[in-house]
T-cell receptor, first 118, second 107 residues
């Protein structure tokens, strides 16, 4: 019962470095998401992929890129890390896109990736 | 006005107490509502969906008031293990998360 697996769990970067957060789910879900969570800000959507082959911007996409590699995997890339990107990043998945009205799609989250940019 | 608003707390209650949280939302067209629970330094997990008629799961009761645009979560007979942050989630063309209400249940 792996669910959603994120790597790495912890990472420290210097300003300007790049890195990729990996996410994989084994529940055959169609939709996947990347959120960031900061103190006092709650969870904010960075990017999402409603289905394999599509990606869309969320609330805070600047400074990030994503790739839906296949149905299972959805990666988040920071091309040039900035201190403002210090955060906890959560990957999530759902059977169908959670934004559908009248949908009752539940998000399953990964354990999170704690990123510090110095 | 923020789309989903919650009182951040913290709510400090003794074991066995009943505690209630409210969450207000701005878009009257919202269709789906949820409560998630997040333990310290862990991922959010679904606690319960909120249905129009209200629903109960053991010690937890969720209610929806569409006229006043709020949802509520009632926890009866609080346990130490209920200590967590409770996130209100509202579906408005995307899932919108509240910032969470912190609950601390003390012995």
């Amino acid at each position: 019962n792996a669910g959603v697996t994120q790597t790495p769990k912890f990472q420290v970067l210097k300003t300007g470095q790049s890195m990729t957060l990996q996410c994989a789910q084994d529940m055959n879900h169609n939709s996947m998401y990347w959120y960031r969570q900061d103190p006092g800000m709650g969870l904010r959507l960075i990017y999402y992929s409603a289905s394999e082959g599509t990606t869309d911007k969320g609330e805070v996409p600047n400074g990030y890129n994503v790739s839906r590699l296949n149905k299972r995997e959805f990666s988040l890339r920071l091309e040039s890390a900035a201190p403002s990107q210090t955060s906890v990043y959560f990957c999530a998945s759902s059977e169908e896109w959670a934004g559908r009205l009248s949908g009752a799609n539940v998000l399953t989250f990964g354990a999170g990736s704690r990123l510090t940019v110095l | 006005r923020k789309e989903v608003e919650q009182d951040p707390g913290p709510f400090n209650v003794p074991e066995g107490a009943t505690v209630a949280f409210n969450c207000t939302y701005s878009n009257s067209a919202s269709q789906s509502f949820f409560w998630y629970r997040q333990d310290c330094r862990k991922e959010p997990k679904l606690l319960m969906s909120v249905y129009s008629s209200g629903n109960e799961d053991g010690r937890f009761t969720a209610q929806l008031n569409r006229a006043s645009q709020y949802i509520s979560l009632l926890i009866r007979d609080s346990k130490l293990s209920d200590s967590a942050t409770y996130l209100c989630v509202v579906n408005m063309y995307a899932l919108n998360f509240g910032k969470g209400t912190s609950l601390l249940v003390t012995p």
